[in-house]
C-alpha cells in the first residue's frame, strides 16, 4: 500500500511539472518551482571518452552558459531531449526536457520528472590529466 501511495504521489507531482507538450512549463518556470521549494541545482561532470563535459556540448553547452549549471547532457538530435539534476535533503530529482535552446528565445519544456540520481562517477570534476 505504501510502494502505492509513493507512485501515486510522484505521478501527481510529476503531472504538475509535467503537463504534456501543450502547456508544459518551460525549463525556467520549473527551475524556479523546484528553487522555491529547496531543490538545488545539482552539477554534474560526466565525459566523453576524450574528457569532454556532456555538459558543456551543444544545446546543453548553450544553457550552461545562460547559467543552468544543473544541465547533465543534451541529445542534440531529434527532439533534443536533455536532463537536468537537483538535490533536496539527500534526495534527488532528474528533469527531462524537449525542444532545442536559444536563450531570450525559445527553451525546452519539462515532459518527465524522476527521483533517479545521477551516477556517483559523475558527481565530481574529473582530473585534467593533460594539465601540468
Known amino acids: 500500500m505504501r510502494l502505492f501511495v509513493s507512485l501515486l504521489a510522484m505521478l501527481i507531482a510529476s503531472s504538475a511539472i509535467a503537463k504534456g507538450q501543450q502547456g ?14 529547496g531543490w538545488l541545482p545539482l552539477e554534474t561532470f560526466g565525459t566523453d571518452a576524450n574528457g569532454t563535459r556532456w555538459s558543456l556540448q551543444g544545446d546543453a553547452g548553450a544553457m550552461y552558459e545562460a547559467g543552468f549549471k544543473e544541465v547533465e547532457a543534451c541529445s542534440g538530435t531529434g527532439l533534443n531531449f536533455c536532463s537536468f539534476n537537483y538535490t533536496r ?12 535552446f536559444k536563450a531570450g ?13 545521477p551516477a556517483r562517477g559523475d558527481l565530481a570534476p574529473k582530473p585534467n590529466l593533460n594539465s601540468k
Open 89 to 100: 535533503a539527500g534526495k534527488c530529482l532528474s528533469l527531462q526536457t524537449q525542444g532545442e
Open 24 to 37: 508544459a512549463l518551460s525549463i525556467s518556470k520549473a527551475r524556479a518551482q523546484l528553487i522555491s521549494q
Open 105 to 117: 528565445s525559445y527553451e525546452p519544456h519539462v515532459i518527465k520528472r524522476t527521483n533517479v540520481c
